[in-house]
């Protein structure tokens, strides 16, 4: 595992990214708070790409929790069954549908803390949404950034929690905000994880993978 590459050297890999894309954007469809939760939920294990081809047509009739509610558990289904464990996440976006009612007016909390306590959501999603909703500097670490963080030394930990704290603590605080987008965009489409495509990437000369394919 390489070590964790010194400030000069993340401020000049950040800076490429930001000249590269300044205002990188999350792939997941979504129109308010609420269905960016439920799309983050229902991507746990499936691409962006389908759930996004799943809730097309969800989030044309679906956009608040007591809509789901109205259309109902088995309503859900027949829109989300293209995704993997589909049942479940639809038990769960019911239970969280409920539980945003009840105790939130309906509405999406801002804290991560009330964000985790609901059903079918853990740390990375409730990262997701503070991130791409509330304009939060939380970083979600995905396989995506937790390869590219331990692969290249930007941000090198043994578990999602460590490469959390070492984008927080290592990452110049000007692309802080941006940092999830920019690793998570890098891991999918250049710093892949079997055939990393290093002949395009724009900081191959500074980062620490030994075994760089050009």
């Known amino acids: 595992m390489p070590d964790q590459l010194d400030y000069n ?25 609420y269905t960016l939760l439920v799309a983050v939920a229902l991507s746990a294990q499936a691409t962006d790409k389908g759930v996004n081809r799943a809730t097309e047509e969800l989030f044309k009739i679906v956009d608040t929790p007591q ?13 989300i069954k293209t995704i993997g464990l589909y049942r479940n996440k639809a038990k769960n976006v019911m239970k969280m549908a409920r539980i945003l009612v009840d105790k939130y007016g309906g509405e999406v909390p801002s804290s991560r803390a009330a964000l985790e306590g609901l059903p079918g959501v853990g740390r990375k999603t409730a990262n997701v949404v503070l991130n791409m909703w509330w304009q939060m500097p939380a970083q979600a670490v995905d396989t995506h950034i937790f390869r590219v963080g331990n692969r290249t030394g930007i941000a090198k930990g043994k578990d999602v929690v460590a490469v ?15 940092a999830h987008h920019w690793l998570i965009l890098h891991g999918r489409y250049v710093c892949k994880a079997r055939k990393p495509a290093c002949a395009a990437c724009i900081i191959r000369d500074i980062c620490d993978f030994e075994e760089k394919t050009i």
Do not use: C, W
């Open 9 to 33: 050297t993340l401020n000049e890999i950040f800076h490429r990214f930001h000249a590269s894309e300044p205002e990188p954007k999350g792939e997941l469809n979504h129109v308010n708070a």
């Open 67 to 79: 809509k789901m509610l109205d259309l109902g558990e088995d309503g859900l289904i027949g829109h």
């Open 164 to 178: 959390e704290r070492a984008i927080e603590d290592n990452i110049p605080a000007p692309y802080q905000l941006h």
